[in-house]
């Protein structure tokens, strides 16, 4: 009888410990480059993997460079271009960082929660810290997480004559909505 309540703690106590840490793999990233002169740089990818941590608030979402979808294809060849993103030597965009004050959030209480997240962004090897505000929708058993913010595409090496020319934006907006 001792093995068994033994036994019986400690899976229910391995099940709380999963239970923390919730993932997606369709979470969703839009890019929106557009400036008044061109409004076709848009690209959204709906593969991105994601992780929240409702104990610690660690969230991290990573992002495959060739898996942003454009309506006009050569876009997308110069987006993943050398002289751009270079998907081929650097595959992936990723996110990672923690909720501030994850203790306010009650992942088990149905409501919205204003959140800001402490975290860097990684684009082409370029390391930089980006805090992000977002918000946190809980609803019974699903956790829906969602950001928009904004950076520079010249802080990661990201220049060129779209952007001089005003056809690209050098900052554009980036919104992430993912379903835990």
């Known amino acids: 009888m001792k093995k068994t309540t033994i036994l019986f703690a400690l899976l229910l106590a391995t099940g709380f410990t999963f239970a923390q840490k919730k993932t997606t793999t369709t979470a969703t990233v839009s890019f929106d480059a557009t400036t008044p002169k061109d409004s076709a740089p848009k690209a959204e990818n709906k593969t991105v993997i994601g992780s929240i941590n409702t104990k610690t608030g660690a969230v991290a979402f990573e992002a495959s460079v060739k898996n942003f ?3 006009n ?13 270079n ?35 990684v684009i082409k090897g370029i390391t930089k810290s980006l805090p992000v505000s977002g918000t946190i929708t809980v609803n019974g058993n699903k956790i ?9 595409l010249s802080d990661f090496g990201i220049s060129g004559q779209p952007i ?17």
């Open 87 to 121: 998907s081929t030597q650097f595959p992936k965009f990723t996110y990672t960082g923690t909720i501030a004050n994850v203790d306010k959030v009650k992942f088990t209480t149905n409501g919205t929660y204003n959140v800001t997240v402490n975290g860097t962004i």
């Open 164 to 180: 001089e020319a005003g056809k690209v934006t050098n900052e554009p907006k980036i919104k992430v909505s993912a379903d835990f």
């Open 69 to 71: 979808s454009f309506a």
């Open 73 to 85: 294809p050569k876009m997308h060849d110069h987006f993943n271009g050398e002289n751009w993103l």
């Open 144 to 152: 829906n997480v969602s950001s928009s913010f904004s950076f520079k």
